[in-house]
């Protein structure tokens, strides 16, 4: 892979675990299966709760309110604790990925659909402070846009301080990869839930 001068960086599923899919939807260990909810209701609810909040700043306790009003069940802050202790997790390969990029030259950055509460977390638990360009955060819920949204999403709102040829962009989802693409930045398809190859950066 050609060395590039920006490396942006996906987290959800990339140098993390995706919260809300973990949280409710691990198997026999997230709060759907621990509350004997339907899973694929609880899946289709979560997503539409995603929309609202990974587009605007939110507090945490408003996401588990809203969650707890469609299932009919109140959520408690020191179970959302609990679950998050035993199942959240950093990927194991973020420091290497991070600090490779940077050693060969990089600034880095990142580039994700996130909320403003989770971001918060996974920017502590991965240190991102030691690597991360802080002109170089494009986060959807400070932005108010998604990877996915119509006209200026994400991406071309980083196109708007990265020279697209001059970035890589490390993402899970094909169909944001695709669109990385399509605004002209190189990209490179990883996942940590299906073990892909890391990316190298010479």
Not at 176 to 185: I, L
Request: with cysteine; proline share 5%.
């Amino acid at each position: 892979m050609k060395n590039s001068s920006v490396v942006l960086f996906d987290i959800g599923n990339v140098l993390f675990c995706d919260p809300w899919e973990t949280l409710l939807l691990t198997p026999g260990k997230g709060l759907a299966d621990m509350r004997g909810w339907d899973r694929q209701f609880v899946s289709t609810a979560a997503r539409r709760l995603w929309e609202k909040f990974s587009v605007a700043e939110y507090e945490e306790d408003e996401y588990w309110q809203d969650l707890g009003a469609v299932t009919g069940e109140k959520i408690t802050r020191d179970q959302v604790e609990e679950l998050e202790t035993r199942l959240l997790h950093r990927n194991p390969s973020a420091d290497l990925m991070l600090k490779t990029a940077q050693d060969a030259g990089n600034r880095i950055g990142i580039i994700s659909n996130n909320t403003s509460f989770w971001f918060a977390k996974q920017w502590k638990w991965l240190g991102l402070g030691d690597y991360i360009d802080p002109d170089l955060v494009f986060v959807s819920h400070a932005l108010g846009v998604s990877k996915s949204t119509p006209g200026a999403g994400l991406f071309e709102c980083a196109a708007r301080m990265v020279p697209p040829p001059a970035g890589l962009v490390v993402e899970d989802r094909q169909g944001n990869v695709r669109r990385a693409a399509e605004v002209g930045f190189r990209t490179y398809r990883y996942s940590l839930s299906e073990s892909t190859p890391l990316p190298t950066f010479s």
